[in-house]
């Protein structure tokens, strides 16, 4: 998935705190508890969205929210940036920028 970079986004719903630790290259951010006032976001989206998280549960909890939504564009990361850090993948210092 990562060779086709234009048919997917990066998502972060961590908080402001744990983003300020790093982000998955090309990141955009979103708190999770703003996901339910950015359904449009989502929904409008014609790639696929890859919402991360620490660790994935947080994020697995709002891809199941987004389905319920009828949004079927997301996936979580399994096992967060927890786990692509440890692979050896490196961290940007700054977001791509917030979801509008």
Not at 7 to 20: Q, V, Y
Not at 49 to 71: D, E, H, P
Request: proline content about 7%.
């Amino acid at each position: 998935m990562l060779r086709k970079e234009d048919h997917f986004e990066l998502l972060d719903i961590r908080t402001p705190a744990e983003i300020e630790r790093g982000v998955l290259p090309n990141a955009r951010t979103l708190p999770m508890h703003m996901v339910p006032l950015k359904l449009h976001y989502f929904s409008e989206s014609l790639k696929q969205i890859v919402i991360y998280c620490r660790t994935g549960s947080r994020s697995a909890q709002v891809c199941r929210f987004l389905n319920q939504q009828g949004i079927n564009n997301v996936i979580s990361l399994r096992g967060g940036i927890v786990k692509w850090s440890s692979s050896g993948h490196k961290l940007d210092p700054v977001p791509g920028g917030p979801v509008d």
